[in-house]
């Protein structure tokens, strides 16, 4: 790694520790667990997002939404806190950034906690068959997601990758007990739902370059 790559990791690193709306899932977050609306002061409903870069999605979400409590997993320290500060910036204050990994899901929260689930374009691990042991959607991480959500509600998942949303949806018919509300491969042309103004970063780079879309939404 360059020597300016370690002083920007360095530099950020401070800024995550110190900042107000980051907690460490090594100290703080293992202590909410079951508690999450104690630590909000209301009864809203938990969102959860893992993963979806600079957070121009989750900033716009809690703005628009200031009656439910927004989560947000990630690993990268600048990640953190530039999703942080956007969306501040936009007058959010109804959510706290997790710094974790994916798999401490059944060490953050508590059987019924979550209301809905957002995972947008996660690595797919599809160069070499041996690869996919790293993907998100496992039985495991399905397991635990089930068992953390309450009835009647909801996780929604894109990505460009086909194969990864095919090999997904088989995983839920086996592991997850729920119905699909609405599944797509051209989200954008097929739905009502998609929001230009409303996109994650990836979602931009995609529209350039003409790339798909995979849209699913599963209830419990």
Not at 77 to 85: D, I, Q
Not at 166 to 186: A, G, P, Q, R, V
């Amino acid at each position: 790694m360059s020597t300016e790559k370690k002083k920007e990791i360095n530099h950020y690193i401070q800024k995550v520790e110190d900042h107000k709306k980051i907690i460490n899932i090594e100290t703080e977050a293992f202590d909410n667990v079951g508690k999450w609306l104690k630590y909000f002061w209301n009864n809203n409903d938990i969102v959860l997002e893992i993963w979806t870069g600079l957070g121009n999605f989750f900033s716009s979400e809690v703005a628009k939404n200031t009656d439910k409590n927004y989560i947000w997993f990630e690993i990268k320290f600048k990640r953190l806190f530039v999703c942080a500060e956007k969306t501040i910036e936009k007058w959010g204050e109804n959510f706290v950034m997790v710094k974790t990994k994916w798999q401490n899901i059944d060490k953050t929260f508590s059987d019924w906690e979550l209301s809905l689930t957002y995972v947008f374009f996660p690595d797919p691990w599809a160069n070499k068959d041996r690869q996919r042991k790293h993907r998100l959607f496992s039985e495991k991480f399905i397991s635990d997601l089930y068992q953390k959500t309450k009835l009647w509600w909801k996780l929604i998942f894109k990505t460009d990758h086909i194969e990864y949303f095919d090999s997904t949806l088989e995983l839920f018919k086996e592991f997850w007990k729920c119905k699909i509300n609405l599944k797509s491969y051209d989200y954008e042309n097929e739905t009502e739902l998609f929001d230009k103004d409303n996109m994650t970063e990836f979602e931009h780079m995609f529209r350039l370059d003409k790339v798909k879309t995979n849209y699913v939404e599963f209830e419990k």
